[in-house]
């Protein structure tokens, strides 16, 4: 892979070599805390009831806080594909659904993840948590650019499964440090405890940066699991006991950057992979319609607060469309470097938006949405949404499903279906969906297969 150094960082690189300097500090330390079927109503400052959230809501009150912000599918596997290489899913072939403990594919070697562009550029990358970006071997976090994993290879409901469909029957889930399998079937309570004492070892082995950490739990996904120290915390049940603990998670980690001096220069991204799951006693979306494996804002709309503190004004709040497929050409910013000009991505460099919420518009002129098979059903521009299809979050029952437009300005939980009035506008919206998915799907690269040699 090409290095993407550029000529200041090579410079600052070359006078750090030369002075003896252990690291430039122009480069900022990255840490994506992404969380399992969160609902965009589950933390303090998105509304949540039932809970607290004081480590999230300090995140929030001393960051950027994001009301639409979107993931470009709505479950664990395309999301996960999404986030490490700024593209849609089926650009990268993981649209369809999520992968199994019987799955034989991943994400492609070829494709180029966030990790795999930060480590030419000096940075010690890790991954704690859940992966789910294929399980064979050669399709591991340590083979696409993280130089150090502690979590396991897919969801916590994959825990000795039996697929009666396939008769395959999934072994206990196994918890990976590097590419050894250390525990079989580990107990789910201690999951989020111990990822965070990981991440804790990880930043202060890491003081001398720079430094990338993907902290990816396991929780809320069901089943949920909560430590004893939790258990029977919130009046949400054991929701909001998982969420209760994660938020320790959170101030764990705002703690440990304290006190190792990194706290200026560490960038903390918390976001979600999808909406929560349509279940009694699960998360919630906001008020918003639908969830999980839905298209509807319920499922594409997450939580996302962005802190640091030497360049991100306290208390900012964004109305802005982003991703986070934003996230790897940003991050690849920050650190001083620049995109493979071969490399095609949807996301965009949002660092303008981060540093001047206020006045710096959206990079997207629209934002598609994918069903959990990747076929395209919905198309925000500006505040219009257009529903052409769903094949999740609509009942049968009710008959075929009626093209839909929404203001989402006026109207975010999408119950005013405006299409009658708005003939042209529906026209040109879904000839702009079609003409997208023909092009991604015309350009879209190879999932990753097994080598069979
Ligand atoms: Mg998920």
């Known amino acids: 892979m090409r290095r993407i150094v550029t000529w200041p960082l090579a410079c600052s690189l070359l006078a750090c070599a030369l002075s003896g300097c252990s690291r430039p500090t122009d480069q900022p330390n990255f840490i994506i805390i992404f969380t399992d079927d969160q609902g965009y109503g589950d933390t303090g400052r998105y509304g949540a009831v039932g809970f607290d959230t ?258 991100i004004r306290a208390g900012s709040v964004s109305g802005e469309i982003a991703t986070t497929m934003d996230l790897l050409p940003t991050l690849v910013s920050l650190a001083g470097g620049a995109m493979p000009e071969a490399l095609v991505v949807d996301g965009f460099d949002i660092t303008a938006l981060l540093l001047r919420p206020e006045t710096e518009p959206s990079p997207y002129d629209a934002l598609y949405y994918y069903s959990r098979d990747g076929l395209p059903e919905a198309i925000r521009e500006g505040p219009w949404k257009l529903h052409v299809a769903k094949s999740r979050g609509w009942n049968p029952a009710d008959g075929d499903f009626p093209v839909s437009l929404y203001n989402l300005a006026e109207d975010a939980s999408e119950t005013q279906n405006l299409a009658l009035g708005h003939p042209d506008l529906v026209e040109r919206l879904r000839d702009k969906l079609t003409l997208f998915d023909a092009a991604l799907t015309r350009d879209a690269r190879p999932v990753g297969t097994r080598d069979p040699g």
Request: charged share 20%; glycine share 10%; with cysteine.
């Open 54 to 311: 004081p480590n999230l809501d300090r995140l929030a009150d001393e960051g950027l806080r994001f009301t639409d912000f979107y993931v470009p599918a709505t479950v664990c596997t395309p999301s996960r594909a999404a986030l490490m290489t700024g593209s849609y899913p089926k650009r990268v072939g993981l649209h369809e659904a999520v992968l199994f403990p019987y799955s034989e594919h991943g994400l492609n070697l070829d494709e180029t993840t966030i990790p795999e562009l930060l480590q030419p550029l000096g940075y010690r990358t890790g991954m704690i948590g859940k992966w789910h970006l294929g399980h064979q071997a050669e399709f591991m976090p340590t083979r696409q650019g993280f130089s150090y994993f502690f979590g396991v290879p897919y969801s916590n409901d994959m825990d000795g499964f039996l697929y009666r469909d396939r008769g395959f029957q999934s072994p206990p889930l196994p918890l990976y440090e590097d590419e050894a399998v250390v525990e079989d079937g580990p107990d789910q309570a201690q999951l989020t405890r111990r990822y965070t004492e990981a991440a804790v070892q990880f930043i202060e082995d890491s003081r001398d940066g720079p430094f990338f950490l993907y902290l990816a739990h396991n929780m809320p996904h069901l089943p949920l699991h909560a430590s004893e120290a939790f258990s029977g915390t919130s009046e949400r049940g054991l929701y909001g006991d998982v969420i209760q603990e994660i938020d320790w998670s959170v101030g764990r980690i705002l703690a440990t950057l304290e006190a190792t001096g990194l706290d200026e220069r560490t960038v903390i991204v918390f976001t979600s992979d999808n909406g929560p799951v349509l279940r009694p006693n699960a998360g919630s979306a906001g008020g918003l319609r639908g969830g999980k494996a839905t298209t509807w804002e319920g499922g594409s709309r997450v939580p996302a607060i962005v802190r640091w503190p030497s360049s």
